[in-house]
Structure formats: structure tokens, C-alpha cells
């Protein structure tokens, strides 16, 4: 249903339902520069945004350490006591700015959100990556 539909029904307001809210947040999702970390900062995943954000192929990342492209991260331990370093969660928690780096050397402020996905061996780590002007 288009925003003129839900609006006529509604009455002028857009109320989606559940089922495009979903398909909302995934697709605001997939436009967001996702990196999958284990608990020592090693790149073991990024989606399609984030090759587009630091202008890196996956396969170039994967295996790399994340202050290849966050520098501020550098000796920074990801994990404490099986749980993300209490710190920086709150730092990303605050809207602190991080400078991130691409490809080509290009520098810019970035916020970070930084999420345990389990807790398993070194635990694996979800870091979303938004360059700071596109933060709301």
C-alpha cells in the first residue's frame, strides 16, 4: 500500500501496518554499513553498504582488523568478561563521533552502534557504521 492509500484510509495519517514496517526497517537496514566482528576486533563480515561506505570489497576486509577503518579502535579491547566493552557501548550510546577511514584515505565522522550477537568463544560483535551527518 502507497503513503496516498494509507493516507485516504486513515484519514490523512499513514499508519503502515505491521508487515511494511518490517519491510521498512529492513530495508533502512540494508542501507546501513554492517560489520560482523569477533571479540578482537577481526572483520568477519560486512554487508553490501558498508564495501560502498569504505569503498573496500568484502573479501579486502574480512580477516582485518577494525581499526583498519575505525583508527580510534586501535588497542581497544571489544570485549570484557564475554560481554561488549562496557565503555564503548556508551560512548556509541551517547553519540560520540568516531573517525573512520576509507579505502582511498578519504576521513570522515562516523556514530557507531555496537551489538553482542553471542557470546560463544570470543563472541561475535554486530558494529553499525552511519557517517555522522546521516544520523537522526
Known amino acids: 500500500m502507497n503513503v496516498t492509500a494509507m493516507q485516504r484510509k486513515s484519514g490523512g495519517t499513514v499508519t503502515p501496518n505491521a508487515g511494511e514496517e518490517s519491510a521498512v526497517a529492513v530495508s533502512a537496514l540494508e542501507d546501513m554499513a554492517v560489520l560482523t566482528l569477533d571479540g578482537r576486533g577481526m572483520i568477519c563480515d560486512c554487508n553490501r553498504a558498508g564495501e560502498n561506505l569504505f569503498k573496500y570489497h568484502r573479501t ?12 580510534e579502535l586501535a588497542g581497544v579491547a571489544l570485549m570484557e568478561s564475554g560481554q561488549p566493552n562496557a565503555r564503548l557501548r556508551f560512548l556509541c550510546r551517547i553519540g560520540r563521533q568516531f573517525q573512520a577511514v576509507t579505502q582511498d584515505g578519504e576521513s570522515f565522522a562516523s556514530s557507531l552502534c555496537l551489538n553482542l550477537l553471542d ?14 551527518g546521516d544520523c537522526a
Do not use: D, F, N, T
Not at 60 to 71: D, H
Not at 119 to 132: D, E, H, M, Q, W
Open 60 to 71: 579486502a576486509l574480512v580477516w582485518r582488523a577494525i581499526s583498519m577503518l575505525l583508527p
Open 119 to 132: 557470546s560463544a568463544g570470543y563472541g561475535r560483535l554486530s558494529l553499525i557504521v552511519s557517517p555522522a
